[in-house]
C-alpha cells in the first residue's frame, strides 16, 4: 500500500511541494538510468569503491605500510591474496588503502575543476560581448594543450608529490567544462524566468548563482564522471613516472612503478593494482555512459 | 552524374569562395598564433617560477660573484618581466631552446635526436588504429546491438579504461618474456647498434635505405608490441568515433533511398555512408596522432623507447628545466599543428562547412 501511494507521490502529474519536485525529477531519471543494465554495473564499481575505502579499517589486516622482509615477493595465497611486495607488505591491504587515495584525487580535481569552469563559462556566456571572446579564448588556448606533458612540466615546477599532481591536472582539465557551462548559459540566458528574475530586482550575481548555475550542473555531472576515468588514468600515470604520489603511499599507479622490476618473476606484484585501475576506470566510463543517455539523449550513441 | 555540373559551378563560383577559404584559414592561423602565445606564457612561467636558480644552473656554486652577476645580465635577468619574455619569444622562433645540463648540448639538437623514434612510434600506432580501428567500427555499426557491435564495445571501452602503461607491461610478459614472438624493450638488438647511419632517424626508414632487411626485421620486431600499446587507445577512439559516424549515417534518407533502389548492400556501407564518414574521421585520426604524440611518454618508458617522452621524463629527474620546456614546447607546437592542420583540411574538403 505505502508502494503505491510513494510511487503515485513521485509520480504525481502536479507535485505539490518543491520537496516533491525534486524527488520526482530523481525518481524519473533514476527509472531512465535503471534501464540500463550496463551502466547499472558502472554504479555498483563506483559504490562498491566507495564502500571499501570507507570499510577499509575493518577489512584489512595491516596499515599497507609495515615491513615485513622475512615474507617478501611472496605469491597470492589464502594468507595474501595478492601476495606480497618487495618490502613483505600485503599488495591487497595496499590496494584497499590504495582506493582511498583514487578517491581522494577524484575529489579533489572535482573541487577545483568544477567551480573554475562554471565561473569561467556561465559569466561568458551569460555576459557575452568582449568579456565572452577573452575568456573563451583563454579556454580555447588551454583545450588545445598537450595535457600529460602540461601536467609533467607543472609537476617539474611545483615539486614532485600527489596534491601536485592533482593541482597539476586540474589546470589542464577545467577548460571542457568552462564550454559546456557556457553553451548552457547562452541558452537559458534569454529564456523567459530569467527575464523575470530579473524584473523582480534579482542582482546579476544572484541570477548567476541561484537560477543559472543549477541548471548547468546535469550536464556538467555528466561530464565530469566520463572525464573521470581520464583524470585517474593520468593521476595514475604521473604515479607512476614518479612524479605523483611518493613511497610508501599504496597509491596503485606508483605502486605498478615500483613493481615493474619484478614483473618476470613475482608478475603478481605490478600486474594487481593495475587491475584495480582498469576496474574503477572502467566503472567511471560506464556511468558516465549511463548518465549520459538519461540526461542528454541526443548525443548518446 | 552529377559530377561535372557540380564541378562546374564550383569551378564557376570558385571567384566566390576562395575569400571565404581564405578568410577560414587566416581564422585558423590566428588562433595558432594566440594559442601559441597562451603556450609560450605558461612554459615561460614555469621557467620563472620554479625554485631553481637558472644563473646556478650554469656557472655552479662555487663560481665568483662577478661571473654569477655577468651571467645574470646576459640572460637579461635585470630587464623588466615583458621584455624577458619577448626575449624568450625570440630565441624559440630562431630555434633556440637553451642549453641542456644533462648532455650539456643545445636543447634542440637533443630533440633533433629523440623526436623521430616518437614520431616513429606514434605513426605505426595511428596507422594501426586507422586500419583496424575504422573496419571495426564500420561492421559495429552495420551490425548494431548483435555480437559484432557488443564485442566493438567491449573492446573500445578496455582500450579506454586501461592504463597504458600497465598493459605495455603485460603485453611484454605474454609477448617477450613467456611467448618469445617479438623482441624486448629498445628499439634495436645491442649488436646492431650504431651500424646503420641515421638519416632520417626513423629506423624503420633508414634501415631500408641502407638496404639492410636484418636490422630492419630487428627494429620491426621492437617496434610491433609498444606500437600495438599505443595503438590500443587510438583504435578504441576510432572504432568508437566511427561506429557511431556511420550509425548516423545510416539512418539518413538518402541511405534509404539507395536502398529502394537495389542497390548492393557493400556498396549503400561503403559507397555511400563510408564516403561520408571519412570526411568526418579527418578530424578524429588528427587528433589522434597528436594525443599519441604525447601520450607516448608512459609507453616509452615502459619499453624503454628513446623518443621525446623519455628523454623530458629523464629530464625532469634532473632538474633540467631547459631541457623539459624545450621537450614541452616541441610537442605542444607539433599537437597544436596537427590539430589546426586536420581542423583545416577538414573545412576545406567538406562542402557543408566550406558553405
Redesign the interface.
Known amino acids: 500500500m505505502t508502494e503505491i501511494t510513494l510511487r503515485s507521490w513521485l509520480l504525481a502529474e502536479i507535485p505539490g511541494s518543491r520537496l516533491q519536485a525534486r524527488c520526482q525529477w530523481a525518481f524519473i531519471n533514476w527509472l531512465a538510468f535503471k534501464r540500463n543494465p550496463v551502466a547499472l554495473i558502472g554504479l555498483l564499481i563506483i559504490l562498491g569503491l566507495v564502500a571499501v575505502a570507507a570499510l577499509a579499517p575493518w577489512i584489512t589486516t595491516s596499515n599497507g605500510l609495515e615491513l615485513h622482509l622475512s615474507e617478501r615477493l611472496q605469491p597470492p595465497s589464502s594468507e595474501h591474496w595478492f601476495g606480497t611486495d618487495e618490502l613483505g607488505r600485503d599488495i591487497y591491504d595496499r590496494i584497499i588503502w590504495g582506493s582511498r587515495i583514487t578517491l581522494y584525487i577524484v575529489a579533489l580535481v572535482s573541487i577545483i575543476v568544477v567551480p573554475i569552469g562554471l565561473v569561467i563559462g556561465i559569466v561568458a556566456g551569460y555576459m557575452g560581448g568582449w568579456v565572452d571572446t577573452c575568456l573563451m579564448?583563454?579556454t580555447?588556448?588551454?583545450l588545445?594543450?598537450?595535457?600529460?606533458?602540461?601536467a609533467?612540466?607543472?609537476?617539474?615546477?611545483l615539486?614532485r608529490g600527489l596534491e601536485n599532481a592533482v593541482l597539476a591536472i586540474a589546470l589542464t582539465t577545467w577548460s571542457p567544462f568552462a564550454r559546456i557551462a557556457r553553451a548552457e548559459a547562452l541558452t537559458i540566458r534569454n529564456s523567459e524566468f530569467i527575464l523575470a528574475a530579473r524584473v523582480q530586482g534579482v542582482s546579476t550575481i544572484g541570477i548567476l548563482f541561484r537560477h543559472v548555475t543549477p541548471l548547468c550542473m546535469s550536464s556538467v555531472t555528466v561530464r565530469l564522471t566520463l572525464d573521470m576515468?581520464g583524470i585517474i588514468?593520468t593521476a595514475?600515470?604521473l604515479g607512476?613516472?614518479?612524479?605523483g604520489a611518493q613511497p610508501p603511499t599504496p597509491e596503485w599507479?606508483a605502486m605498478?612503478s615500483l613493481g615493474?622490476q619484478y614483473?618476470?618473476d613475482q608478475?603478481w606484484v605490478?600486474?594487481v593494482?593495475?587491475i584495480a585501475?582498469?576496474v574503477v576506470?572502467?566503472g567511471f566510463?560506464?556511468l558516465g555512459d549511463g548518465l549520459r543517455d538519461v540526461f542528454d539523449p541526443k548525443s548518446g550513441? | 552524374m552529377d559530377q561535372t555540373s557540380a564541378n562546374g559551378q564550383r569551378e564557376a563560383g570558385s571567384g566566390l569562395t576562395l575569400p571565404s577559404n581564405l578568410v577560414k584559414v587566416t581564422g585558423v592561423l590566428a588562433?595558432l598564433i594566440?594559442?601559441f602565445i597562451?603556450?609560450t606564457a605558461?612554459?615561460f612561467v614555469?621557467g620563472r617560477?620554479?625554485?631553481a636558480d637558472p644563473v646556478l644552473a650554469i656557472v655552479g656554486d662555487r663560481a665568483s660573484q662577478e661571473v654569477y652577476e655577468q651571467v645574470y645580465l646576459q640572460l637579461g635577468l635585470d630587464k623588466p618581466i615583458y621584455e624577458q619574455y619577448f626575449r624568450y619569444i625570440g630565441q624559440l622562433l630562431q630555434g633556440d631552446l637553451g642549453t641542456s645540463i644533462m648532455t650539456a648540448q643545445p636543447v634542440a639538437d637533443d630533440i633533433k635526436r629523440f623526436f623521430p623514434a616518437t614520431l616513429e612510434l606514434a605513426t605505426i600506432a595511428t596507422l594501426l588504429g586507422v586500419f583496424v580501428g575504422i573496419p571495426m567500427g564500420v561492421v559495429a555499426a552495420v551490425h548494431q546491438g548483435r555480437w559484432p557491435d557488443h564485442i566493438v564495445r567491449v573492446i573500445s571501452?578496455?582500450g579506454?579504461?586501461?592504463?597504458?602503461?600497465?598493459?605495455g607491461?603485460?603485453a611484454?610478459?605474454i609477448f617477450y618474456?613467456n611467448l618469445d614472438w617479438v623482441a624486448g624493450p629498445g628499439r634495436l638488438d645491442v649488436y646492431f647498434d650504431g651500424i646503420i647511419e641515421p638519416m632520417t632517424g626513423v629506423l624503420l626508414i633508414d634501415a631500408a635505405m641502407a638496404g639492410d632487411w636484418e636490422i630492419f626485421q630487428n627494429a620491426l620486431s621492437h617496434l610491433i608490441l609498444p606500437a600495438s600499446i599505443l595503438g590500443t587507445f587510438a583504435l578504441a577512439y576510432i572504432a568508437?568515433m566511427t561506429?557511431?559516424f556511420m550509425?548516423d549515417q545510416l539512418s539518413q534518407e538518402y541511405i534509404l533511398t539507395a536502398r529502394v533502389k537495389g542497390m548492393p548492400e557493400s556498396n549503400v556501407i561503403w559507397g555511400h555512408a563510408f564516403r561520408n564518414v571519412l570526411v568526418q574521421l579527418i578530424t578524429i585520426i588528427g587528433l589522434t596522432y597528436?594525443?599519441l604524440?604525447?601520450?607516448s611518454?608512459?609507453t616509452e618508458?615502459?619499453f624503454s623507447w628513446p623518443g621525446i617522452g623519455q628523454y623530458?621524463?629523464n629530464s625532469?629527474?634532473n632538474?633540467d628545466?631547459n631541457a623539459?620546456?624545450g621537450?614541452?614546447i616541441v610537442?605542444?607546437v607539433c599537437?597544436?599543428g596537427i590539430?589546426m592542420l586536420s581542423d583545416l583540411l577538414y573545412r576545406l574538403v567538406d562542402p557543408r562547412v566550406r558553405g
Do not use: C, H, K, Q
Open positions: 579564448r583563454l580555447d588556448i588551454f588545445a594543450f598537450p595535457r600529460l606533458i602540461l609533467m612540466a607543472l609537476v617539474a615546477t615539486g576515468a588514468l595514475a600515470g607512476f613516472l614518479g612524479l599507479g605498478i615493474r614483473l618476470i608478475w605490478p600486474t593494482p593495475g585501475i582498469l576506470s572502467l566510463n560506464l550513441s | 588562433s594566440m594559442t597562451g603556450l605558461i612554459t614555469i617560477l620554479m625554485p571501452l578496455i579506454y579504461s586501461a592504463p597504458i602503461f600497465w598493459l607491461m603485460v611484454l610478459l618474456a568508437r561506429r557511431s550509425l597528436a594525443s604524440l604525447e601520450g611518454v608512459l618508458t615502459v623530458i621524463t625532469l629527474f632538474n628545466m623539459v620546456l621537450g614541452t610537442v605542444g599537437f597544436v590539430n
